[in-house]
């Protein structure tokens, strides 16, 4: 993925290559390939892939709503559909609940502080 993010798009299309060579003998996770073509900005085999990795039940695809490298196509309906698919919820709510996950640790901790006056 990170030769695709610094541009080198044919280095990261022989790694596409490779990996497809390789998954004949091993498993190779799609999520993976996904990762690299939306971050080469191929939308059309991004969501082919994700679609892979989803019927393959990817552990990766937990990490899909939140996954800076698809933040291009994060509000789209399509992405939006697969993540309702996938039951996750979108960035929008994981954020929203760890945000209330946090406020709720502080004031715990707050209330185990011995007091300070």
Do not use: C, H
Request: charged share 30%; glycine share 4%; hydrophobic share 40%.
């Amino acid at each position: 993925m990170s030769l695709a993010l610094a541009g080198e798009k044919k280095e990261a299309l022989r790694v596409i290559r490779e990996l497809q060579g390789i998954s004949g003998k091993r498993y190779v996770s799609p999520y993976g390939v996904a990762q690299i073509y939306a971050a080469l900005n191929d939308k059309k085999q991004t969501y082919n892939w994700l679609e892979a990795a989803y019927r393959d039940r990817a552990v990766w695809m937990s990490y899909l709503a939140v996954d800076p490298v698809f933040d291009s196509i994060r509000s789209e309906d399509r992405f939006r559909r697969l993540l309702r698919r996938a039951g996750l919820p979108t960035a929008e709510k994981q954020f929203a609940l760890l945000n209330t996950m946090m406020r709720i640790e502080r004031r715990a901790s707050a209330l185990r502080a011995p007091n300070q006056n």
